[in-house]
């Protein structure tokens, strides 16, 4: 299949350092010429307004060097909540991944080197609590509105075929987003407040486990011996 189209999807640690997560060395000078696009999983872990521009800081230091000029980058940002989360809860998430995907697609926009956006990921994972991303943007309203706002103009510029300026003014380009999206010290004042919340849920739960705790044991010392 010469004119098979074959995605590689790598990890960050062989670009950056060498090694994977099992701490295997890799020769990794150059993206495999056989590769026509290429991406990196490298997801948010707490909430941070410029995440998409340390991404792209990644991409650029240590992707973009080793890709040849016909090979093309995709981009992978996270789409998901938990409810595990100290710091940071469902609607916490549902807004900085709102926040993410409109930067990802102003990156796309503007870099001929990307060819295209998989967020991660759509369905739920009950499996994934221990990760913390056991909620898919089809449960995110905030999410999910922003990246069928995104799809939909993506079509409608494909579909017209249109130059840049053209689409930007028609179609509202990434200086027109879809909805507002909060200004940075409003973003994080909001998050700020998620995570405050969070945390005084999380500290109400532990005040309930201690209190079962010492319950249990003054149970246990207030049973009569048992003879022997």
Partial sequence: YPGAVIWYNEA???LNGGKDHYHKEHNFTRIPPSVSWFSIDVYHVSPKASYADEVRGFYEKHVYPKMAPYQRALLIPGAFASRHHLLCDEGCYDD???FDAWNFFRWAWDDDRVVGIAP???NPC???RRSRNEIGARDMPKTKHMWQEIGKRI??????KCAEQYCN???GGPADPPEPV????????ATARSRQQAAQRQAQRQ???RAQKRAAHRAHRKRPPQAP
């Fill in 12 to 14: 960050r640690g062989p």
């Fill in 96 to 98: 900085f991944c709102q």
């Fill in 120 to 122: 991660y990921h759509w």
């Fill in 126 to 128: 009950p499996n994934c």
């Fill in 155 to 160: 079509h409608q510029a494909s579909q017209r």
């Fill in 169 to 171: 003014d028609r179609f």
């Fill in 182 to 189: 909060p200004h940075k010290k409003a973003f994080h004042a």
């Fill in 207 to 209: 005040a309930a486990m």
